[in-house]
C-alpha cells in the first residue's frame, strides 16, 4: 500500500497564513502570534513521519495545537500585565502595502485586515477571559463548531457555546454603529489638521465630549499611564505632546484597517494613532507608543 507523501511541506504552504491570522486575533500581537506559529511547527516536525501519518488532518491538528498555545499565552499573559507599565495596548498593523520594511513573505503581509482586527475590536477582546476569547474567536470569527473549540479549550461544547456567548454580549455591549469609512478617513484628516493647527476649538468639536484617549509606552518611553476622559482634558494632552516631540511629522495611515494617524521623527514612526468613530464623532483614540509594538512601521 503506498504510503501518504509527506504532509509537511504542503501543510506549511497552506496553513501558515490562517495559524498566523489566528494568533493575532487571539493574542493581539504579530510577534507573540509568530512565536506561537513557530512553535506549532516545531511540535509537528518533532513528531516522526509514522506519527505524522497518522494524523488524518494535519490542517486541524495544527489549528489545536496552536490554539491551546495562545490560550496558554493569554493565561500567563494576565499576569505579565499586571507588572505591566501603563496601559497594554494590542500591537498595531498597516496595511501591507503601506509596511515600510515589507518582504514577500513577511507574516504582516499574511494577516488579513477585516472588522475582527480593528483596534476597538481587540481592545474589547482584551475585558474578555482567555477562554471566552479562545472559544469566540474560533466560532464566531473562524466558524469552528463548537465540539471542536471544546478540544482546545479543554470543557464541554455546550461550556464553549456559554463562553462565546457571553463573549458576544461584551463585543454587543461595547459596540455603536461607526461612520462610513470615508467618513472616518475625513474626520481623521480633519482631526490631524486641527492638531497640526493646534487649533483647540476645532479638535475639541471633533471629539466626543466623553472621548477617552489611551497610549502604551511600555514603560520604554513617556506617554500616558492611564486613560484620560474628556475633550478638553485630551485636547490639553494633545497639544502638550506636540510640543514635547517637537519636528514631528503627523500622516494619515491605514492602522488595522481603518484610517489612523501616525507620528514620525526624523523619518522614525514613534507614535500610532487608531480612532473609534461613532456618530460623526472621535469616541477613542489609541496611542501605540512602546517601540517594541512598532516594529512593521519603521524602515529596516
Known sequence: MPTRPDAGLSVIMSERQHLINLGYRLLGSLADAEDVVQETYARWYAMSREEQEAIESPGAWLTKVAGRLCLNV?????????????EWLPEPLPDRTEWMGARPGDP?????????????????????????????????????????????????????????????????????PTAQ??????????????????DIAALVALLDPDATVTADGGGIVSTLLHPVEGAEQIVRGLTKFT?????????????????????????????????DITDDRIKHIWAVRNPDKLRLWTAS
Open 74 to 86: 493569554l493565561t500567563s499573559a494576565r499576569v505579565r500585565r499586571e507588572t505591566y507599565v501603563g
Open 243 to 275: 510640543t514635547l516631540l517637537r519636528d514631528v511629522t503627523i500622516l494619515e495611515r491605514t492602522v488595522n484597517g481603518r484610517p489612523g494617524l501616525i507620528v514620525q521623527r526624523d523619518g522614525v514612526t514613534v507614535t500610532v494613532c487608531a480612532f
Open 108 to 176: 504582516a503581509d499574511r494577516v488579513t485586515l477585516d472588522e475582527s482586527v480593528n483596534m476597538a475590536f481587540l481592545v474589547v477582546l482584551e475585558s474578555m477571559t482567555p477562554a471566552e476569547r479562545v472559544a469566540f474567536i474560533l466560532h464566531d470569527v473562524f466558524r469552528y463548531p463548537f465540539a471542536e473549540v471544546a478540544e482546545i479549550v479543554g470543557r464541554s461544547p455546550a461550556a464553549c457555546r456559554q463562553l462565546a456567548t457571553s463573549a458576544r454580549r461584551r463585543i454587543r455591549d461595547a459596540h455603536a
Open 181 to 198: 469609512e470615508t467618513r472616518q478617513a475625513g474626520i481623521v484628516r480633519d482631526f490631524k489638521q486641527a492638531w497640526e493647527a493646534k
